[in-house]
C-alpha cells in the first residue's frame, strides 16, 4: 500500500488588499439582479425592472456579420485601439453627428464602456485633484474617482430643474483643483436631458480654463424629446471633450462589449497604451459587427426607441396614480425616476420591500449617489405586459403597507 505523509495544517495567511480597494465602489444593478433570481429560484415570480439592458435582440443584420466574421478568420488579436475600419467608421459618424471634423487616430475602440471612464480618470487625475461629476449619477463616476485617489465633488441633479445642472452651482464648485468635469445626456437614472442651450451655458461656466469634459451619450440614440447635443459640438471644446458612446443601448448589444472614446489624439495615445496594458484589444469579430451597426440598416434603433416611449407613457401614468409616488416625464434612455418621498419610506428600505413583498425588482436612488435619497429607478426596458403587471403589484402594496 502507497504511504503517504502526514499533510501538515494549512496556514491561513491574512488577506492583505491594498488600501485603494476599500474605495471601490459597485453598481447596485448587478446585485439586485442576483438577489432578484434567488427568490426567483425559491419559486416567487418577480418582474425585472433593475437592470439597464434593452430586452430586444440585437439586430440579425449585425448578428450575421459576426458570424460570418466568424467564418473568415476575424478571430485573433487587432490593434488595441481599433480595428482600422471600425475607428474610420466611429469617426465617420461622430463627425455627422456632433458637426465636427473627427479623424480615427482619435477614436479608441475597448469592450464596453466603462473602460473609457476608467481610462480617462486614470489617464488625467492625480491624487487630491477634483472631478465634478452627476448625483444621483451612473455610480461607476464615483467610485473610479475616489479609486484613484481624485476628490469626487457631486453636483446635485434637482427634479425641480428636470435633473439639469443648475448652472451657478458649477461655476461655485469650479476651482483651481477641477481637473475634469463629467456629464452625461441623456442620463441615467433620471432619464433627464441636457439640451442646446444647457450645453452652451456648461460651457461658459468652463470658459476658457483648461479642464476636461467627460461627455458620457451612451445613451444618445435613445432622445424621445428633442435632439440629442453634444459639448464637443461647441467651438473651442472638441480639444477639451473625451466623448463616450458604444453600442449596448443603442443596438441591444450589452452582451458584446464595445464601446468607444473619442479624443484628442495625445491622448487617445495614452487611453491606447492602458487598453494595452489591461485588455490587449476588443473581440475582432465583434468590432466587425460595429461596422455593420454603424453603416447598415438603422430602422432597428428607430423601432426600439418607439417602443421605449410608448413603455415610458404607459409607466410614468401609472406610477402618477399610485399613493405616495410623483413621476416627471424623463426625456431620453429607458429609465423612470419617480419620487417616492410623501410614502414616508427611505428609498433602500422602499426598493427592498417591493423586490421580497411584491415582486418588482428596481433600485433605489441612493444606488446612485446620496443626493438619490427620496427616489427609485425602474427600467422601462421590459414588456408593456410586465410594466402593467409591475405597476398593478406595487399598487395593491401601497394599498396594504400606506
Given at each position: 500500500?502507497p504511504?503517504f ?15 485603494r480597494m476599500?474605495?471601490l465602489g459597485?453598481e447596485?444593478?448587478f ?11 425559491q419559486g416567487?415570480?418577480i418582474?425585472?425592472?433593475?437592470i ?5 435582440d ?7 456579420a459576426a ?10 488579436y487587432?490593434?488595441s ?5 471600425l ?5 465617420e459618424?461622430v463627425?455627422r453627428?456632433?458637426a465636427?471634423?473627427c479623424?480615427?487616430?482619435e ?8 473602460p ?15 472631478v ?7 455610480p ?12 469626487a465633488v ?8 428636470d ?11 469650479i ?21 442646446k442651450?444647457?450645453?452652451?451655458d ?19 440614440r435613445?432622445?424621445f424629446?428633442?435632439?440629442?447635443y ?26 458584446w ?5 473619442v479624443?484628442?489624439?495625445d491622448?487617445?495615445?495614452?487611453v ?12 475582432s469579430?465583434?468590432q466587425v459587427?460595429?461596422?455593420?451597426a454603424?453603416r ?5 434603433v428607430?423601432?426600439?426607441?418607439g417602443e421605449?416611449?410608448?413603455r415610458?407613457d ?14 416627471r ?18 428609498s433602500?428600505?422602499?426598493?427592498d ?8 425588482a428596481?433600485?433605489?436612488g ?20 410586465n ?11 401601497t394599498?396594504r403597507?400606506?
Open positions: 500500500m504511504v505523509a502526514t499533510m501538515e495544517p494549512t496556514t491561513q495567511y491574512e488577506l492583505r488588499l491594498a488600501t476599500s474605495r459597485t447596485t444593478a446585485e439586485v439582479l442576483n438577489k432578484a433570481r434567488a427568490l426567483e429560484r416567487k415570480q418582474v425585472h425592472l433593475e439597464g439592458e434593452p430586452d430586444f440585437t439586430p440579425a443584420n449585425i448578428v450575421e458570424v460570418d466574421a466568424l467564418h473568415k478568420g476575424w478571430t485573433h487587432g490593434p485601439a481599433g480595428l482600422p475600419d475607428r474610420q467608421t466611429i469617426a459618424e463627425s453627428t456632433r465636427v471634423e479623424k480615427s487616430d477614436v479608441v475602440v475597448v469592450p464596453g464602456g466603462k473609457i471612464i476608467f481610462f480617462s480618470i486614470l489617464s488625467l487625475v492625480d491624487g487630491g485633484d477634483e465634478i461629476y452627476p448625483n444621483p449619477g451612473f461607476i463616476y464615483e467610485s473610479m474617482i475616489n479609486y484613484i485617489g481624485g476628490r457631486p453636483i446635485r441633479l434637482r427634479e425641480e430643474r435633473f439639469g445642472l443648475d448652472l451657478k452651482e458649477l461655476a461655485s464648485l476651482t483651481d483643483r477641477t481637473k475634469l468635469i463629467i456629464i452625461n445626456s441623456p442620463q441615467n437614472p433620471t432619464g433627464g436631458v441636457l439640451g442651450r444647457d450645453i452652451h456648461i460651457a461658459d461656466a468652463i470658459g476658457d480654463r483648461n479642464i476636461m469634459v467627460l461627455s458620457d451619450e451612451i445613451y444618445s435613445l432622445i424629446d428633442g435632439q440629442h453634444s459639448i464637443m459640438s461647441v467651438p473651442g471644446f472638441k480639444d477639451r471633450t473625451i466623448l463616450l458612446d458604444g453600442f449596448s443601448k443603442t443596438y441591444a448589444m450589452t452582451g462589449r464595445m464601446g468607444y472614446g479624443m484628442r489624439s491622448l487617445a495615445a495614452h491606447t497604451r492602458l487598453m494595452t496594458n489591461s485588455n490587449s484589444c476588443t473581440a469579430f465583434s459587427a460595429g461596422i455593420e454603424l447598415g440598416d438603422q430602422s432597428s428607430d423601432k426600439m426607441r421605449f416611449q410608448r415610458r404607459t409607466f410614468v401614468a401609472g406610477l402618477n396614480q399610485i399613493k405616495g409616488f410623483s413621476c416625464m424623463p426625456k431620453g434612455a429607458f429609465y423612470v425616476f419617480p419620487n417616492i418621498q410623501k410614502t414616508g419610506w427611505k433602500k428600505k422602499l426598493a420591500a417591493l423586490l421580497e413583498e411584491a415582486g418588482v428596481c433600485l433605489s441612493t444606488a446612485f449617489g446620496d443626493f438619490g435619497e427620496g427616489y427609485l429607478r425602474f427600467s422601462v426596458a421590459n414588456s408593456l405586459e410594466l402593467n403587471k409591475a405597476l398593478e403589484r406595487i399598487q395593491q402594496w394599498t403597507n400606506l
